[in-house]
């Protein structure tokens, strides 16, 4: 079966005297999976999530996403890569002066989607997040918890093959982080591939699914079922 | 396909109401850049109005020689087709002593002691002449130098002697030079004003990317397209070119419109404002199409360079 993830040898270095980031990670990932990396602050992971999306380069190594070997991705074609993946984010990034219907509509307008389909599209999505009759609001009158499903929302909402979720519950309390976490397993369920850093060890105990531990740029542990150890 | 065109009404909604919310920063863009574009629209009009008036004197201008009345027909054909030869002859035309008696008769038919004088006189007294134009107000000297020659010399009346539009020379003299120095002013004018218009427009742009980076850092994390991301700034500052274009030809109207009316289409100085307002008229049309193409050029690739100099769409190694 091939990989929906590859990372082969992956390293990199920011300031060569402080040291590499990533240092030599090799990471094989596949299609469907629900995986959680967790680790310290500064161990890397949103570093490898940023190589991921193509916002950094790796200093060398091999990176392949859905099929797209990165060593044969030209700049220009960065767009088509991030339209397979849905991204979200550990600050949100959303439009605050628009609506969360909007702000999901965003990420279809991008790409060309027809107004009538993101009318069809959009409902249906808030369904699957929670959000429905929240359309109108915008983004600051939400809660933590609203607001990272309307984050989610935008992330799936073009049905990506892989949904990359970097600290998705970092600043909510355990109840709307667990609102958030049955989402994505929602999504995993649908087929997507899931890739969730966290560092909640409530969280990674409960869904034991395949966890990944970084420590100082290396992958120290990586265990199906696990729960949280560092 | 029909994706495409999605995309391309969208960047050109997008541009229209980033245009709209940004007017108080375009404002400063719109202002110099009609500036600009009225400086080229009157400039063009003032050098139409100019070469007008010079071709009208120029056509005015011609020299008379009057013949010795001894002179042979024979004499006069060779003369004539000698002053045809010259490149500087534009038109040669020969009055004979009694086509010119008839003239006078007839310009002072009214007068019955002149031409009671003329029949007591019993001869013709009036002499042949021939009537040269040139090819401009330079080619007089040439034709001057001709004349006096002494074999042609011996063909004039040395009493007549040779008229020239002498006062009418230094008239357009004048005016050439004055149109030299409008023209040349006016080409500076342009540029620098072009220049300058470029530069805000290039600025406004930078501070307009600067103010959205967030909002298209979103945009390239996505995954929009570069076109995307640029095309609203590019569509943003055709607009400030073709709401420059519109204004300045509104503003030329009324100018030469009002200043016709108040001066009942007589010339101001030099400059005949009456020509200059019908000039303006007869190429509305095409004046608009040069204001809208120039100003869109403007905004476009000022905005263009300013989004590639600006949106750093491309991975940091």
């Known amino acids: 079966m091939s990989m929906m993830i590859v990372l082969d040898r992956v390293t990199k270095i920011y300031n060569r005297n402080t040291g590499p980031v990533l240092n030599r990670v090799t990471l094989h990932i596949k299609p469907k999976e629900f995986v959680i990396m967790v680790g310290q602050s500064g ?8 190589l991921l999306t193509r916002e950094e380069r790796p200093s060398s190594g091999k990176i392949i996403v859905g099929g797209i070997d990165f060593d044969k991705l030209s700049d220009k074609d960065i767009p088509n ?4 993946i849905g991204v979200v984010f550990q600050d949100f990034k959303l439009l605050n002066n628009r609506t969360v219907f909007e702000n999901i509509a965003f990420a279809l307008e991008i790409v060309g989607v027809s107004k009538r389909e993101i009318q069809k599209t959009v409902p249906k999505v808030l369904e699957i997040v929670n959000l429905k009759g929240k359309e109108k609001r915008m983004p600051p009158e939400l809660s933590g918890g609203e607001t990272q499903r309307v984050a989610i929302a935008r992330a799936i909402v073009r049905q990506p093959k892989i949904l990359i979720a970097d600290e998705p519950t970092g600043n909510l309390d355990p109840k709307h982080a667990w609102d958030v976490i049955k989402v994505l397993e929602k999504i995993n369920r649908f087929g997507t591939t899931v890739l969730l850093t966290t560092h909640n060890a409530s969280i990674v105990n409960k869904l034991k699914r395949r966890v990944v531990t970084l420590e100082h740029g290396k992958i120290i542990s990586d265990r ?3 729960e949280y150890k560092i | 396909m029909h994706r495409e065109i999605t995309t391309i009404i969208r960047i050109i909604r997008t541009g229209i109401i980033n245009f709209v919310r940004n007017l108080s920063l375009a404002a400063a863009a719109i202002a110099v850049m009609t500036v600009t574009l009225t400086t080229i629209l009157f400039s ?9 008036t010079i071709n009208q004197i120029n056509s005015k201008i011609n020299i008379s020689v009057y013949l010795n009345s001894s002179v042979t027909t024979q004499q006069v054909n060779t003369f004539m087709t000698e002053l045809r030869n010259l490149p500087s002859v534009k038109k040669v035309n020969y009055t004979s002593q009694d086509q010119a008696l008839a003239m006078y008769k007839s310009e002072n038919s009214n007068n019955k002691s002149l031409i009671q004088a003329l029949s007591v006189i019993g001869s013709n007294p009036l002499p042949a002449s021939i009537e040269i134009s040139p090819t401009n107000t330079e080619n007089i000297q040439p034709i001057k130098n001709f004349l006096d ?3 042609n010399t011996a063909l004039q009346d040395p009493q007549a002697g040779t008229s020239y539009s002498g006062n009418e020379k230094t008239a357009i003299d004048k005016i050439a030079h004055a149109t030299n120095i409008i023209r040349e002013a006016g080409v500076m004018a342009v540029i620098v004003f072009a220049c300058v218009s470029a530069l805000i427009i290039f600025n406004t742009i930078r501070m307009t990317i600067f103010n959205r980076r967030d909002e298209i850092g979103i945009m390239r994390l996505l995954g929009a397209n570069n076109w995307f991301i640029k095309g609203p700034f590019v569509v943003e500052s055709t ?3 073709v709401i420059s274009a519109l204004i300045s030809i509104l503003i030329i109207d009324i100018l030469f419109a009002g200043s016709a009316s108040a001066l009942q289409a007589s010339s101001l100085g030099l400059l005949d404002i009456g020509y200059a307002n019908h000039d303006f008229r007869t190429h509305f049309w095409i004046l608009l199409t040069l204001q809208l193409v120039v100003g869109i050029l403007i905004g ?3 905005s263009y360079i300013a989004t590639k100099r600006y949106l750093k769409l491309k991975t940091s190694r």
């Open chain 1, 43 to 50: 161990a890397g992971k949103t570093t490898l999530m940023r």
């Open chain 2, 300 to 302: 476009a690739a000022s």
């Open chain 2, 239 to 241: 607009l400030y070119g």
């Open chain 1, 81 to 84: 890569l991030r339209r397979k």
């Open chain 1, 224 to 226: 199906a079922n696990a």
């Open chain 2, 44 to 52: 063009l009009i003032v050098n139409a109005t100019f070469s007008n």
């Open chain 2, 149 to 151: 020659e002494p074999q």
